[in-house]
């Protein structure tokens, strides 16, 4: 079975600080991806960052980046400079292809709080 | 500036009636995902359509749930009867490819 495995709960940061989320999965396949989802009290979920599982760079948008290791089968996901603005739930997600169709499973999710 | 929407935002109906929840997807994408949001399960994958076609519903619960697209422009899942243990935040997201979805503001489903 394919899992993913968030096991922070809830953390928190100063503004203008850097934090690391933890992330986790378990699958036998191959070929997938990876992705971060951020989803703030207005509940809409937005991707963050995607990162190939073929690809060996790790993948970078602005301020966020990932650290992938896919023989440790852990993608976190480091936020610099820390914003009010990135307060909120952070989901891992893994997506792969079964019986022709793909299939996207997510983590519990990470709760963070960025104070002032 | 192209959205996935979805109506209607927040919905509360009594046990035993039937709910529809619409999705329009963007423009030009040609998959559509459906997802439900709990407390207790997290993000599940509902169903899924590629070119109008269902792929994968084998997370619905197929006695009381039902998904279509009638057209490239809507998406809706119904379910009907509702239970309490329905109530959710249903998320439909689209793509034009495999690996990229781009969710809509979710529906919030309150059954009494």
């Known amino acids: 079975a394919q899992t993913v495995t968030q096991s922070q709960p809830e953390m928190s940061v100063q503004e203008a600080e850097t934090v690391t989320l933890s992330c986790t999965y378990d699958?036998?396949?191959?070929?997938?991806?990876l992705f971060w989802y951020k989803q703030p009290p207005s509940r809409q979920m937005i991707l963050v960052i995607r990162?190939?599982?073929?690809?060996?760079q790790n993948a970078t948008e602005n301020r966020f980046s990932v650290n992938f290791q896919k023989a440790a089968k852990s993608f976190s996901l480091k936020i610099s400079d820390s914003q009010l603005g990135d307060t909120a739930m952070y989901f891992c997600?893994?997506?792969?292809?079964?019986?022709?169709?793909?299939?996207?499973?997510f983590g519990k999710g990470t709760k963070l709080t960025v104070n002032p | 500036d192209a959205r996935v929407t979805q109506t209607p935002r927040d919905k509360v109906t009594e046990m035993g009636q039937e709910v529809t929840m619409r999705c329009q997807p963007i423009?030009?994408?040609?998959?559509v995902f459906w997802y439900r949001q709990t407390m207790m399960q997290g993000l599940e994958l509902l169903a899924y359509?590629?070119?109008?076609?269902?792929?994968?519903d084998s997370g619905m619960p197929k006695d009381r749930f039902s998904a279509e697209m009638p057209d490239a422009t809507l998406a809706t899942l119904k379910i009907q009867p509702s239970e309490p243990r329905d109530s959710a935040v249903y998320f439909c997201?689209?793509?034009?490819?495999?690996?990229?979805?781009?969710f809509g503001p979710g529906t919030r489903l309150t059954v009494l």
């Open positions: 997201a689209s793509g034009f490819n495999r690996y990229t979805q781009y």
């Open positions: 699958t036998s396949e191959s070929n997938y991806y």
């Open positions: 990162q190939e599982a073929y690809k060996q």
């Open positions: 997600a893994f997506m792969f292809s079964q019986g022709g169709s793909e299939k996207l499973v």
């Open positions: 423009l030009g994408h040609n998959t």
């Open positions: 359509f590629r070119n109008r076609a269902p792929l994968d």
